[in-house]
């Protein structure tokens, strides 16, 4: 009943969105988030998922690299009704899937080839430096990839090098969304949801490494305190 819902939805706002094609970014993000926000309202209609917000108060006043957690589809759609415009690094694959790719091609996400890492890594931070100068904040995973439910993967440094790279803050969040959504799961469990917001972090409280550690550290901590 959920995915009828928001991939008929989806038809409509694509086609809707083409009348914002030339606009400036925040009105192109505005009239496309209007998908995600129907399909936060759907999932609470035809699955009984809700969400809950600690920390809203720490969101940053300026661009900023988002540091998340990965464990679902979820966190791409809800953080567009939680924080200011923003934008992903995604890999290019993404951007062939009709419909959905024209519409997240609009929103001007990082694209990335996974295979050749370095230059991967280059890109991320080059067009994420781009995306913060124009007033963008930029989501990160750190992880890479989704994963399960009350696990946390391996954080990547990416997050902490295109902030250290453009002088802006990180912004660590910590969500729960696996266990209503999980990963490579189609049936949805009722519950709620629940994304905690961390005080933002200046790039140059260490080195890469330390910052990471602390994100991850973060992340951890919230992970054993709602899961």
């Not at 998340?68 to 062939?96: D, G, I, R, Y």
């Not at 694209?111 to 230059?119: C, M, T, W, Y």
């Not at 961390?198 to 080195?207: C, E, H, Q, R, Y």
Request: glycine share 8%.
């Amino acid at each position: 009943m959920y995915f009828i819902g928001s991939i008929s939805s989806l038809v409509v706002i694509a086609f809707y969105g083409l009348f914002f094609y030339f606009t400036p970014y925040p009105s192109r993000y505005r009239a496309l988030s209007k998908w995600a926000q129907f399909c936060m309202w759907w999932l609470r209609i035809a699955t009984n998922i809700t969400i809950k917000v600690e920390g809203e108060d720490n969101i940053c006043s300026e661009p900023s690299v988002i540091a998340s957690n990965h464990q679902s589809t979820w966190e791409t759609l809800a953080f567009q009704t939680v924080f200011p415009p923003h934008t992903w690094v995604l890999k290019k694959e993404l951007l062939s899937i009709p419909i959905f790719g024209w519409n997240l091609a609009m929103l001007s996400p990082i694209v990335i080839k996974r295979r050749d890492k370095f230059r991967a890594m280059k890109q991320v931070i080059k067009q994420g430096n781009d995306r913060l100068k124009s007033g963008i904040s930029v989501v990160i995973f750190p992880e890479g990839t989704r994963q399960p439910h009350k696990k946390l993967g391996k954080y990547q440094n990416g997050a902490v090098a295109i902030a250290k790279n453009s002088g802006k803050p990180l912004q660590p969040v910590f969500h729960n969304a696996g266990k209503c959504w999980p990963k490579g799961g189609f049936l949805k469990k009722p519950g709620v949801i629940t994304i905690v917001i961390g005080k933002p972090i200046s790039s140059n409280d260490g080195s890469a490494n330390e910052i990471t550690e602390k994100i991850k550290a973060w992340t951890l901590e919230q992970s054993q305190r709602l899961d």
